[in-house]
């Protein structure tokens, strides 16, 4: 696997992280860091989220840049990914670090692009280090994101045209909300690990929509 300090060798440090340039060359980066199968979501992802940046009015160009990032570190394995969050010191629950390493991807892709490539917007490496469990305070971005990892077309699961079918008519943060009762309603029915943190921001979410409600 290509460790953090690699660089690409077609596009100089400092070009435009928001540029076709950049972009191109950080996807065929992806092609040779994952499999054809995890490619190809990444792309899906870019996609959706670049349709779903134009009907929530969030930054395009960011969101098709995040959307080819967000798995960047997909390809390694459990015990490699735990070794690249202790190697570039990501803050993490020991608990998560120890039991559930497949959710490590996201914090250790943030750490690394933003090392590798400084002029990558803050926003966007947020973005990529939130899609797994998400957070608290979700911006635009996060929601875009994470809501694209799970309905891009090569999704297909029961509660997933359900999502599709309300873009445009939900809000973002309705949309957001959606997304994570299917991820976490998957979870607990596989009886799988739930990170904690995904159980404080689902109560957040679900709080302010009840709330919301009641007006």
């Known amino acids: 696997m290509m460790g953090w300090q690699e660089k690409d060798l077609f596009t100089p440090d400092d070009a435009d992280?928001?540029?076709?340039?950049?972009?191109?060359?950080?996807?065929?980066?992806l092609s040779?860091?994952?499999?054809?199968?995890?490619?190809?979501?990444?792309?899906?992802?870019?996609?959706?989220?670049?349709?779903?940046?134009?009907?929530?009015?969030?930054?395009?160009?960011?969101?098709?840049?995040?959307?080819?990032l967000h798995d960047w570190d997909?390809?390694?394995?459990?015990?490699?990914?735990?070794?690249?969050?202790?190697?570039?010191?990501v803050d993490v629950d020991p608990y998560v670090l120890e039991s559930m390493p497949k959710v490590l991807h996201g914090k250790t892709a943030a750490a690394a692009l933003a090392r590798s490539y400084p002029q990558v917007p803050a926003d966007v490496i947020q973005a990529v280090s939130r899609h797994t469990e998400g957070a608290c305070d979700m911006t635009d971005l996060d929601m875009v994101i994470y809501v694209a990892d799970?309905?891009?077309?090569?999704?297909?699961?029961?509660?997933v045209q359900e999502i599709r079918d309300a873009v445009g008519r939900a809000s973002l943060e309705q949309l957001f909300v959606m997304t994570m009762r299917e991820v976490?309603?998957?979870?607990?029915?596989?009886?799988n690990r739930v990170h904690p943190a995904s159980v404080n921001v689902w109560n957040r979410y679900i709080e302010r929509a009840r709330r919301a409600s009641a007006y």
């Open 32 to 68: 040779r860091r994952v499999g054809k199968r995890r490619f190809r979501h990444s792309e899906g992802v870019s996609d959706t989220a670049v349709q779903l940046a134009r009907a929530y009015g969030a930054d395009v160009a960011k969101a098709r840049l995040a959307g080819i």
């Open 17 to 29: 992280a928001l540029s076709d340039e950049f972009f191109r060359a950080r996807k065929d980066d």
């Open 74 to 89: 997909k390809g390694y394995s459990d015990e490699e990914v735990t070794q690249r969050a202790r190697d570039l010191a």
């Open 150 to 159: 799970a309905i891009e077309p090569g999704r297909d699961y029961p509660g």
């Open 184 to 191: 976490l309603s998957s979870l607990v029915l596989r009886s």
